[in-house]
């Protein structure tokens, strides 16, 4: 179609972001795009008793005219639709829903064309904004807990004929209801449960805690709110347990075998100690950034409102309940495409916040810096052994390389935004950054 055709676009302002457009394309190029595409059909078309090349235009319009109308139709729509929203400076959000009769050679055709924009942000003044900036260092007794830590996962387990205490393991067998009702999970045999680990839901190894081998009890239990599987999240459930060993842990000796098995060729608890703060350290870090960045969106959206398209919330929440239910075998077959309140207000903060960020980068010219980049890949491969490999691998995968620079560039973005409020310094420590959030 002629790029200067002139067509006729009306522009309705309705409720909140919402907009209609009605578009009408003139019969004399609707004529010529059904003409263009039967002419290309009578030369490329075979059908018996016809030459190729030489079937008549009117056979081809008698017998294919109301599948190319379909087609320009969509054609149509798709070019002058964007067309339309160009000239008029429009930024649609989502798909539009389009409403039209169709096209009909000879006529114009005229669609409706219903959509979401953008909003306006003005990013709000943060100047009497507080916001809290944690520091925390890895100390002695941290590094002490966390090789006790790898001590007790490499224990050996021997059976005692004694009631189950904390840190003790309990192989148990047990049975769940809910109303009643048995549920997918709810049952199992010889599992093992280590007491205080806080492997199962809340009250389950506390109502272990005592029992002996052969033992039997049932008891009662809540599933947290926030518990993975919707149909089980804040229901109580009814436990029959059945204890079949008690084992207490024996912890092996901190010495050269013990420390080269996690791979400290020294062999030396010196050398032991250094590694685990440096590690300790890389993961502090990291949790104090991710914390930095939570504490500095959460007061960038406390202090936005934005209007939002519900077309993007509701594709954002329909990508967090495919998450959410991806790898659930009871859910296997199910459509979860309607079940999308449980997640509508992560999905409404999901898409704030890029609205908001998205305007911060563009306002101050943001771009994620090259040389943070490459610290950030570097930190990422200080725990491989060929380091070079690893930091190449990123730099050759484009896709892999643009989440680095996002990461930087959110980074950025959250100092800048702590930059206009009012922050406060607060020493922590290792144990409650990194368990923050998980109690």
Do not use: C
Request: proline content about 3%.
């Amino acid at each position: 179609m002629d790029a200067q055709t002139e067509i006729e676009s009306t522009l309705e302002v309705n409720d909140g972001l919402n907009r209609s457009l009605q578009i009408s394309v003139p019969a004399a190029s609707v004529d010529e795009q059904i003409n263009s595409r039967l002419q290309s059909l009578a030369q490329t078309t075979r059908l018996k008793g016809f030459r190729p090349g030489k079937i008549p235009l009117k056979v081809v319009r008698n017998r294919f005219l109301p599948q190319v109308e379909q087609e320009v139709a969509g054609e149509l729509i798709q070019a002058n639709f964007y067309r339309a929203v160009t000239e008029k400076e429009l930024k649609p959000a989502g798909n539009p829903e389009i409403d039209t009769d169709g096209v009909s050679a000879g006529n114009e055709f005229t669609f409706t064309a219903r959509f979401e924009v953008f909003p306006e942000i003005e990013l709000a003044d943060l100047s009497d904004a507080s916001a809290t900036r944690l520091s925390a260092e890895v100390s002695d007794s941290d590094v002490d807990n966390m090789i006790e830590k790898l001590r007790r996962q490499r224990a050996e387990w021997n059976e005692v004929d004694r009631a189950a205490a904390n840190d003790d393991r309990i192989n148990i067998d047990f049975s769940g209801t809910v109303d009643g009702e048995a549920f997918d999970g709810g049952s199992a045999e010889g599992i093992d449960v280590t007491l205080g680990s806080g492997q199962m839901i809340p009250g389950f190894e506390e109502n272990l805690s005592g029992l002996k081998a052969g033992d039997e009890k049932t008891f009662t239990v809540t599933f947290p709110e926030d518990y993975g599987v919707d149909e089980l999240a804040g229901k109580e459930a009814e436990f029959a347990v059945k204890a079949n060993t008690v084992s207490e842990a024996t912890l092996p000796e901190l010495n050269q075998e013990f420390i080269i098995s996690l791979a400290v060729e020294q062999g030396t608890e010196e050398a032991l100690r250094e590694k685990v703060r440096e590690n300790m350290s890389r993961e502090l870090e990291q949790r104090l950034e991710a914390r930095l960045k939570e504490t500095a969106f959460d007061l960038l959206l406390e202090k936005n409102k934005v209007e939002l398209p519900q077309a993007l919330v509701n594709s954002e929440a329909e990508n967090l309940a495919h998450r959410a239910h991806a790898g659930h075998s009871h859910d296997h077959g199910h459509d979860h495409h309607h079940d999308l309140e449980p997640h509508m207000e992560d999905a409404r903060r999901r898409v704030a916040l890029g609205l908001l960020l998205s305007e911060i980068v563009q306002v101050n010219d943001l771009q994620a810096d090259p040389e943070k980049v490459r610290t950030a890949i570097d930190r990422m491969a200080e725990p491989f052994d060929d380091k070079e490999a690893f930091v190449n691998f990123y730099y050759s995968q484009p896709e892999r390389l643009a989440e680095i620079e996002n990461s930087v560039l959110e980074n950025d973005i959250a100092e800048w935004i702590l930059e206009q409020a009012n922050v406060t310094e607060e020493q922590s420590d290792f144990d409650a950054v990194m368990n923050a959030g998980n109690s």
